[in-house]
């Protein structure tokens, strides 16, 4: 399933600005007749810069299709000149910030989903306090981060984010890891496959039973790797548009 990362698919149909830098920028897919919120999307790739929202057309023509406008912003990432510490958190948080007034003109950002790959699933959760979201999707998120840098998840690749581990900096972790905030504020749906090898249940899985709260709740789906919970063309998107859909 990991052909989803380079597959085509159409242009989308407006790009946004929220900031000055080159990366500062959103794609915005919007339906032909609306039938669903509007999903604001995070992509993976272990916040590095060899991945970047390109690879979310696929999933974003595809909820176009089915009446979900579709907002995939784009971030800093580890190495890029102001990515990792902080500006990957803090573009996310502009990004988020923006959007509504941004997007406006062509949906209605009320009620908005904010869904996340990966380390997209890890900025969704991280983020999911932001004001007049109705819930989260997180899909083979890196939910904990102390768990993922201990683990040596993404070859270290929390630690090139951080710059260290929690007991290295452990004020970047108060701030940036989701198990460390609490239960989650809105509801909730975490899914993770329990064939993933980038990204193990168990980090997801420890997350949504210790943190997450009451509003949180994990969907395992069986022999699922990483990449399938992105791929319209995989027997487990439907899972995708179920929780989308009981969102609304």
Do not use: K
């Amino acid at each position: 399933m990991a052909d989803v990362l380079t597959r085509p698919a159409p242009p989308p149909d407006v790009v946004l600005r929220y900031g000055d830098h080159p990366e500062h920028v959103i794609d915005l897919r919007l339906p032909a007749t609306p039938a669903g919120p509007l999903v604001v999307f995070l992509h993976g790739g272990f916040w590095r810069a060899a991945y970047d929202r390109t690879h979310t057309g696929p999933l974003a023509a595809d909820l176009a299709a089915r009446g979900f406008p579709v907002a995939c912003p784009e971030y800093r990432r580890v190495g890029q000149p102001g990515g990792g510490w902080p500006g990957t958190l803090d573009d996310v948080e502009a990004a988020l910030a923006a959007l509504p007034g941004l997007v406006r003109p062509y949906a209605d950002p009320a009620g908005a989903v904010l869904a996340g790959h990966s380390a997209g699933g890890h900025l969704a959760l991280l983020n999911a306090h932001t004001p007049g979201l109705a819930g989260v999707v997180a899909l083979a998120p890196v939910a904990d981060l102390a768990e993922g840098h201990r683990t040596g998840m993404g070859s270290g690749a929390v630690a090139a984010l951080l710059g260290g581990g929690p007991h290295d900096v452990p004020e970047r972790f108060d701030r940036a890891d989701p198990a460390r905030r609490g239960p989650l504020p809105i509801p909730t749906v975490i899914i993770h496959g329990d064939a993933d090898a980038d990204v193990p249940l168990a980090n997801s899985a420890g997350y949504a039973a210790s943190v997450g709260g009451d509003l949180c709740r994990i969907q395992v789906l069986p022999g699922v790797e990483h990449f399938a919970v992105i791929d319209p063309l995989s027997e487990s998107w439907h899972h995708v548009l179920s929780a989308l859909a009981g969102l609304r």
